[in-house]
């Protein structure tokens, strides 16, 4: 069945709800029940529509086999990072807070974006607690951190493990060094500017209590260690890639779905074995990752048809050129999860005429693959809900009583004058 523009309604208006709930109804908006009464209001409708017209199929993959395991793989970080507590104080110095993020460009790569946000957002709001212009530090981590540090292995961003099932190798995406080392280290400096400037406007008094507040750092809840190694290698090698059983079309559902089973049982054990003072120390609690959970349910159901819309117009699109491919997959991914949007791009890419010499790699050109990969993960972080670790770390930043700018506001002060003149010096340079 062709899917009618109007389809589309329903994941422009959860989007829009997004964006100016805060603006019109900050108080009611906070309340995570009316985010799921949002949700149900446009998915359920939605979902009705794709069954009568027989999508269910469709719709049934989108949220069985793509909302639960990326929701389940979120609560395992989520869970497992808030046990590990970062005692002490440091300086926030321009110098450390560079180091942290430099620190989560690593990470992001080894542990995925989320388990690296989760990780390091906690002891980055504790050391610049005392400071009052910290806002910056906050969407330069969403960039840094949250997306572009991602970009080194199928680990790092979910658009790249897709991309891993479809064929390519494990290690193709250490090709990618280069431009992820570039756009990383071009944020870096342009942060550490940044926070010099703010940091010489902080009021001495702020800053002499920084100083005099200084403790030594401790780790506890070191047992999460052992359980955010165990999350990567669950994602790593618990895959039909390893696994032939888990992608066979007939496999109960409990084979397909072996993954979330474990991570599960992960979430279970770091909840029994983490002493609660750790958990309460982190001022851990659910209302993030029920916000992400509530909010996505809504996204997932009604960006179904628009996916489809998207695969039905693909071929029609003209794309042949790596810049293009760049472009298209970095804008659908800065509003749709980027995830699918790398596989959809993948289909358009894989539906062209093969170049002779051209390298293939997953059954396309490689440069292609290439353009696909960093434009998914670079430009997730566009908007807050480009990748699933924004909304997380800016609902923890909230929790602190940091201001994080609107959902409009997030892109005009900061996205489109930052992140985007990076990547276009990004694609210019290797694209």
Not at 46 to 56: H, R, V
Not at 111 to 139: C, D, F, Q, S, Y
Not at 238 to 246: F, K, L, Q, R, Y
Not at 305 to 331: D, I
Request: net charge neutral; proline share 6%; with cysteine.
């Amino acid at each position: 069945m062709e899917i009618p523009v109007w389809a589309l309604i329903p994941f422009v208006v959860m989007l829009l709800c997004i964006a100016i709930g805060p603006l019109v109804a900050e108080h009611w908006w906070e309340n995570n029940k009316n985010k799921l009464i949002v949700s149900l209001v446009l998915g359920v409708p939605t979902a009705i529509w794709l069954c009568l017209n027989g999508m269910s199929h469709d719709l049934m993959h989108q949220m069985i086999f793509d909302y639960i395991p990326f929701i389940i793989l979120l609560t395992a970080l989520f869970t497992v990072t808030g046990g590990i507590h970062l005692s002490g104080d440091i300086p926030a110095k321009p110098s450390v807070n560079t180091l942290f993020l430099g620190i989560g460009l690593i990470l992001a790569s080894i542990m995925g974006t989320t388990g690296a946000a989760m990780l390091l957002i906690r002891p980055l709001i504790e050391t610049n607690k005392e400071r009052k212009n910290k806002v910056h530090t906050i969407l330069f981590f969403i960039a840094i951190v949250a997306n572009c540090g991602g970009l080194l292995t199928p680990l790092g961003d979910p658009p790249l493990f897709l991309l891993y099932l479809k064929g390519a190798p494990f290690t193709w995406f250490l090709n990618l060094f280069v431009e992820w080392a570039f756009a990383g280290i071009l944020l870096l400096v342009i942060y550490y500017f940044v926070d010099s400037y703010c940091y010489k406007q902080e009021k001495k008094e702020d800053l002499i209590k920084d100083f005099q507040r200084v403790k030594p750092l401790r780790l506890s809840g070191n047992i999460n260690f052992l359980y955010l190694a165990a999350i990567v290698c669950a994602v790593a090698f618990i895959n039909p890639g390893t696994i032939p059983a888990m992608g066979e079309e007939h496999a109960p559902i409990y084979m397909k779905l072996l993954r979330e089973i474990v991570l599960i049982g992960i979430i279970l054990a770091s909840l029994f074995t983490t002493s609660k003072k750790v958990r309460e120390d982190n001022k851990y609690s659910w209302g993030p990752i029920i916000e992400v959970a509530v909010l996505f349910l809504g996204i997932f159901a009604t960006m179904t048809p628009a996916l489809l819309f998207l695969k039905e117009a693909a071929p029609n699109l003209g794309l042949t050129e790596s810049w293009q491919f760049y472009y298209c997959t970095g804008a659908l991914s800065s509003f749709l999860d980027n995830a699918p949007t790398a596989l959809a791009f993948h289909s358009v890419a894989s539906g062209l005429p093969v170049v002779e010499g051209a390298t293939m790699v997953a059954g396309i050109p490689e440069i292609l693959l290439k353009a696909i990969s960093i434009g998914a993960v670079f430009f997730g972080a566009m908007t807050y809900i480009g990748n699933g670790p924004n909304f997380m770390v800016k609902a923890i930043a909230e929790e602190n009583k940091i201001e994080m700018p609107s959902f409009f506001g997030y892109m005009i002060k900061f996205s489109l004058i930052v992140l985007l003149p990076v990547y276009i010096i990004t694609q210019l340079i290797f694209l």
